[in-house]
């Protein structure tokens, strides 16, 4: 591991040490479609360090045995990832495959058949939660989820936990791609995540509440050598401090109180 690289997130993990404050992180990762070396990479790095990962699946592209390829891997958390993963939005505007443009019945009729794919596959083993592709989802639909048998929903920005109706919307802050140049990682990447990474602890120690999360964002399909390396060395780092607490998706999208 090339120590210097890492010695801010050190000494930043060491103050909250010294505080005797408790960091939380949790792990995301989406896209999957079916079994591959990539998905069989993140399942060993995953129970390596014994961290869950909430495990984003695209109903209509996914393989047809993927619910029995992927039974024995009890580190992974599925849930659903929209329903094909197309952008729906207009030219000239951030993709999104549930826009307010787009005719409301459309979207829960994909919500629903999407589940229903997801079921079939994963039956108990699926967690009521949604990933929508390309972290948009339009407001006016957040707090109807639960109707559809989505109580939580999963985007990407600065939120930790919110609750929207009976909804609970918990983010991930980190992504380890860089879409530009996916599925190269650089070190200018790896020095730009490393910042982003201490400044989002550093804010959240001298602002600290009891409900304080890192999301860690990961796609498995899109990830070197170089981007394993990195998420194995962030997990390496955080389980060597007793104040750093991995979050199982099954635990942070609970309804009551998280941090008691």
């Not at 909804?167 to 070190?187: G, N």
């Not at 982003?196 to 509440?209: G, Q």
Request: with cysteine; charged share 25%.
């Amino acid at each position: 591991m090339e120590k210097d690289s890492y010695k801010l997130l050190t000494d930043e993990l060491s103050h909250w040490q010294d505080a005797g404050l408790q960091c939380h992180f949790w792990w995301r990762d989406d896209d999957l479609i079916s079994t591959s070396p990539q998905l069989h990479r993140m399942r060993q790095v995953s129970e390596r360090y014994v961290v869950y990962v909430l495990v984003a699946v695209i109903p209509d592209l996914m393989a047809s045995t993927l619910g029995y390829d992927t039974s024995g891997m009890h580190t992974f958390v599925w849930c659903q990832h929209g329903f094909a993963h197309v952008n729906h939005e207009g030219a000239n505007l951030p993709n999104s495959e549930f826009p307010l443009s787009r005719k409301r019945e459309l979207v829960i009729q994909d919500l629903t058949k999407g589940r229903k794919l997801l079921l079939d596959q994963f039956s108990d083993r699926l967690f009521p939660a949604l990933v929508p592709p390309w972290n948009g989802f339009r407001d006016d639909l957040v707090k109807e989820l639960p109707a559809l048998g989505l109580t939580g929903i999963s985007q990407y920005g600065s939120i930790s936990r919110q609750k929207i109706g009976q909804t609970l919307r918990i983010d991930t802050h980190l992504d380890v791609v860089d879409w530009s140049s996916a599925p190269k990682f650089s070190s200018a990447r790896k020095g730009l995540l490393l910042n982003r990474l201490i400044e989002n602890l550093r804010i959240r120690r001298l602002n600290y509440s009891t409900d304080n999360l890192t999301g860690i964002l990961t796609h498995h399909r899109a990830m070197d050598e170089q981007a394993w390396k990195f998420v194995d060395e962030i997990l390496s780092i955080t389980h060597q401090f007793p104040c750093v607490r991995w979050v199982s998706p099954r635990d942070l999208f609970r309804h009551s109180p998280l941090f008691t």
